[in-house]
Each structure stands twice: as structure tokens, then as C-alpha cells.
């Protein structure tokens, strides 16, 4: 049974005065190799802080990522928080502001508590405040699935933050705006399953059971043709792109064979007609970049 590498995030938070989300765990952008997940937690966390249902989590090192500009509300209140805590100092500015208590135009002061993100206004008051960009301090976070011979099994990590949230972070089939993320291709190989076990396949198959430089031979009778998948590769709809790879061990008859080598194929998927062929060009050559995608 193939993987199904996860980027979705189901976050239940408590929310600190302010209302700005003390904990955050989302994909780390990237190509990466093997099946396991490259993670962000922020702000940066403790390991007895973190567990997994299934399969298992380690925290990495400490960096610094950027957040964009953008605006925030005040609704009849006089504070508001920045998206992400803050790790350097943004520029803040109140575009406009009206009295909570008679609407009048007003120009409030603005102050920002770079420790915990809370902005604080001069009054109560209807407001548009806008920040620069920034940046903010995450932790890698790397998970690694249950494997059970060739299950791979994706679970769930719970992290807390005293005093009181957690986040859940349901690992599962990546997604983009609410879609699927789109498979560019796969790498795949076959194999062939008998009632006494699972065998590479024969190069004379179907009719030919037996397999050059070896005595053994594939009893054909009853038999099952399958598909092994080594590598995928996937781009989100804004041409980010990934590729997964899973370890796919030799079969018998070649068990311990260093003269022999598994027999791959590229199948390209077939991706949408009104995806723009500049972003699928992107994705392929982000891949094509880390020698990946070839057999």
C-alpha cells in the first residue's frame, strides 16, 4: 500500500487576549526526500510538549521566516494582535479610526508588546491598523509515519503551550485552498503476488514464470499483477512543488542480488486543462533542479 505524504492543518486553539493564536503548526515548503514530513511549529516548543498518535516526532533547529504586511481590525475595542508573534519590530499605522462611543473620526496611538504580539490603542474604537512585514521565530518539526512492511500510516501530532493551548495537526493528503494538491507524476514497478508471497516480476510474464540466472520458477496459476511506487511527485495550484519517495525493497527471487536492479517506470499524470502551463513548467523544473522525477 502506497503513502500519502500530509500538509493540512486542523488547529483547535485557546486564544490569549487579543485573540492571537499562540501555536501554529504548518508544512515546511520544500522538496524533500524520504517519507518524512517536514514540519513549523511556532512559536518555538518543547518535546515533552509534543506527541503523535501514530508514527513519531522530533523537534530541529530554531530559524526565522518572514510574514507579509497586511491589516487588522479593532472592533469597538481599544487592542488587536499581530498573525504570528513577532521577532523583529513591525511598522504599525493606523490607517483610520472612529470613537467607539460617538463615531467621531479620532487618530489614536499605537503600541506594540513585541513579547506576546498585542497591539494597544490610545481608545475604545472602530480602526484599520496595518503592519509592515516581519519576522517570526519557528521550530523545525520533522514526523516520521508507523511503518509496518510496506503500510505507511500518518497520524496525528498534538502540541502544548502553557498556559492553556494545543493545536491538532492532522497529517493527511496535502491541500491548497481547499483542493487537493495535483500529482505531476509517479515512479512506479511491478510486482507479482502468488498465494505463497510476493515476487518481482518475471520477463516472461504472463506466460513465462522463470526468471534468467536463477533456478526458481513463479508458479502462474493463480496470481495478482501490482504496482509499486517508489517516487510521486506533486505540485499545489500555485506550481509549489514536492516529491515524496518511499522505500521499496527487492523481491525474490533477487533478495541479496547486487547484480540486479528493479525495473521503474515514469508515468506522467495527466493534469488539468485550464492549469496555466507556466506553473506546471515551474513545478517540473523545481524538480528537475534536485535530479528528481528521472529513472
Not at 14 to 34: C, F, K, N, R, T
Not at 77 to 104: E, H
Amino acid at each position: 500500500m502506497t503513502a500519502r505524504v500530509t500538509a493540512h492543518t486542523v488547529a483547535r486553539f485557546v486564544e490569549p487576549s487579543g485573540g492571537s493564536p499562540l501555536l501554529l503548526i504548518e508544512p515546511d515548503p520544500g522538496a524533500y526526500l524520504g517519507i518524512d514530513v517536514h514540519l513549523l511549529i511556532s512559536p518555538p516548543a518543547v518535546a515533552e510538549s509534543i506527541v503523535a498518535d501514530v508514527g513519531q516526532v522530533r523537534l530541529k533547529s530554531i530559524k526565522e521566516i518572514d510574514v507579509t504586511q497586511g491589516i487588522l481590525e479593532v472592533s469597538g475595542s481599544n487592542t488587536c494582535s499581530l498573525p504570528r508573534l513577532p521577532a523583529t519590530r513591525p511598522l504599525l499605522n493606523v490607517l483610520f479610526a472612529f470613537d467607539a462611543a460617538t463615531g467621531a473620526v479620532i487618530h489614536p496611538t499605537v503600541r506594540l508588546n513585541i513579547l506576546t504580539g498585542l497591539i494597544t490603542l490610545s481608545k475604545n474604537c472602530y480602526a484599520a491598523v496595518s503592519y509592515g512585514s516581519y519576522k517570526t521565530r519557528v521550530q523545525e518539526l520533522l514526523y516520521t509515519p508507523l511503518v509496518e512492511g510496506f503500510s505507511v500510516t500518518y497520524g496525528v501530532i498534538a502540541a502544548f503551550r502553557k498556559p492553556a493551548t494545543m493545536v491538532i495537526y492532522q497529517v493527511e493528503l496535502p491541500t491548497f485552498n481547499g483542493q487537493n494538491d495535483l500529482e505531476i507524476y509517479r515512479i512506479t514497478s511491478p510486482a507479482i503476488t502468488t498465494p505463497t508471497g510476493e515476487f518481482e516480476k518475471p520477463p516472461g510474464f504472463p506466460t513465462d514464470g522463470s526468471y534468467p540466472g536463477k533456478t526458481f520458477v513463479l508458479n502462474l496459476d493463480v496470481y495478482l499483477q501490482t504496482k509499486r511506487v517508489h517516487e510521486i511527485g506533486r505540485m499545489r495550484p500555485d506550481g509549489f512543488a514536492y516529491v515524496t519517495r518511499f522505500y521499496v525493497p527487492v523481491l525474490d527471487p533477487y533478495i541479496g542480488d547486487l547484480a540486479y536492479s528493479i525495473t521503474k517506470t515514469l508515468e506522467e499524470s495527466t493534469l488539468p486543462n485550464d492549469l496555466p502551463s507556466n506553473l506546471v513548467l515551474k513545478a517540473k523544473d523545481y524538480i528537475a533542479s534536485r535530479q528528481l522525477g528521472v529513472i
